[in-house]
T-cell receptor, first 111, second 113 residues
Framework: QKEVEQNSGPLSVPEGAIASLNCTYS??????FFWYRQYSGKSPELIMSIYSNGDKEDGRFTAQLNKASQYVSLLIRDSQPSDSATYLCAVKRGSARQLTFGSGTQLTVLP | DAGITQSPRHKVTETGTPVTLRCHQT?????MYWYRQDPGHGLRLIHY???????DKGEVSDGYSVSRSKTEDFLLTLESATSSQTSVYFC????????????FGPGTRLTVL
């Protein structure tokens, strides 16, 4: 079992719809969770971080964390074609400084 | 890119040659990281540094060495490049705070023929 798993996609949604991206992790001591967006040929860009159970909203983005079920999700409301990218989930375990990344979900928003 | 530069941005080299990639930051962050990104594998940590002359291995450190003689510079060296080291290499930095947020440089595309 991979430490951090994401559906590779591709995930396609129409413009204006809600895109839902999911990530599960295996280590229960994980404490910090991150979503990065990566456009083709570019570097990862931080979108959201979440540290406690529940929802965290930032504009059109909502991160949801459920530590009991060991999953974290990212919702993108009113999806735009400019949201088309690969979304990477990253998890920090305990006191370690390192992040473990999932392999990413490719999202396409269709005009 | 949060005050991070990487050089070179592109490099083509031959098997068996040494290669050094440079990461330079202007943020004065304590922690620096080297990742490689390959299709289907996401980002994998090669080495990281928690201060000048303080480094540690990551998940895929075999065949790589690092050095950090100044806070702002973190070097990744492939002593004898192999075709399996063809990849995109990203440097990242983070502060010493509770957020653990890492910010990435623009990347170096390395091709080993």
């Amino acid at each position: 079992q991979k430490e951090v798993e994401q559906n590779s996609g591709p995930l396609s949604v129409p413009e204006g719809a809600i895109a839902s991206l999911n990530c599960t992790y295996s280590d229960r001591v994980s404490q910090s969770f991150f979503w990065y967006r990566q456009y083709s040929g570019k570097s990862p860009e931080l979108i959201m971080s979440i540290y406690s159970n529940g929802d965290k909203e930032d504009g059109r983005f909502t991160a949801q964390l459920n530590k009991a079920s060991q999953y974290v999700s990212l919702l993108i409301r009113d999806s735009q074609p400019s949201d088309s990218a690969t979304y990477l989930c990253a998890v920090k375990r305990g006191s370690a400084r390192q992040l473990t990344f999932g392999s990413g979900t490719q999202l396409t928003v269709l005009p | 890119d949060a005050g991070i530069t990487q050089s070179p941005r592109h490099k083509v080299t031959e098997t068996g040659t040494p290669v050094t990639l440079r990461c330079h930051q202007t943020e004065n962050h304590r922690y620096m990281y080297w990742y490689r990104q390959d299709p289907g594998h996401g980002l994998r940590l090669i080495h990281y540094s928690y201060g000048v002359k303080d480094t540690d291995k990551g998940e895929v450190s075999d065949g790589y060495s690092v050095s950090r003689s100044k806070t702002e510079d973190f070097l990744l060296t492939l002593e004898s490049a192999t075709s399996s080291q063809t990849s995109v290499y990203f440097c990242a930095i983070s502060e010493e705070d509770f957020t653990d947020t890492q910010y990435f440089g623009p990347g170096t595309r390395l091709t080993v023929l």
